[in-house]
């Protein structure tokens, strides 16, 4: 299972590839990180992937071990209402921060057409790029944040989120529920109505 990286920002690139593997489930929580294998797949050194790995344990992503060496982390009931919790007030400041935009056309254009992508996949039960559409809607309203800090914050928080829920968008009745929540946000937002937005967004996370 080979992916391609480009040789520059390799510990980046190296830690979003981790990422994306553990969210989709090719890793699972718990599972021990095997740095050669990795390196290997990845085409790189073992020195990057050993810093990307100390940058996932930085975020909350990895667990060390002496015993057993890193693994990624398995989130119990409370973490994850937590994580939840947290997101959805980081969300709040991330929506809110558009009020000072006077052009929001760009993000909404993008959005729209990630939740047409969100449909298609779901009538063609298409799980994984599904999966796939929902986190791309809520990175794109992220990375549309003026707020350095808080972007940073809310796609951590986000990143821990993804961990866990491929699993729940195999349901059809959970996939249709997203869809129409990320439908309403997306109006409120149109309306320029951002109080709404933060509030249909809380009850979607």
Known sequence: MNEEIQKN??????????IKRIQNGTIAQGERLKIEELASDFSVSRTPVREAINRLTQAGFVEQSHNSGPRVVNFND?????ILKTNAVLFGG???????????EGLLGELEKILQGQKEAHLNEEINTFYEKSIAFHIA?????PNETMKNFALQTQYQINMCALYYQKESAFRERSIAEHSGVLDALKARNFDEAIKRMNQHI
Not at 78 to 82: A, E, W
Not at 94 to 104: G, T
Not at 141 to 145: A, R, T, V
Request: hydrophobic fraction near 40%; charged fraction near 25%.
């Open 9 to 18: 920002s390799l510990v980046n690139q190296v830690y979003l590839l981790i």
């Open 141 to 145: 309203l992220i990375e549309s944040c």
């Open 94 to 104: 991330v929506i809110d921060s558009y009020k000072d935009y006077a052009e929001l």
């Open 78 to 82: 409370r973490q994850k209402l937590d």
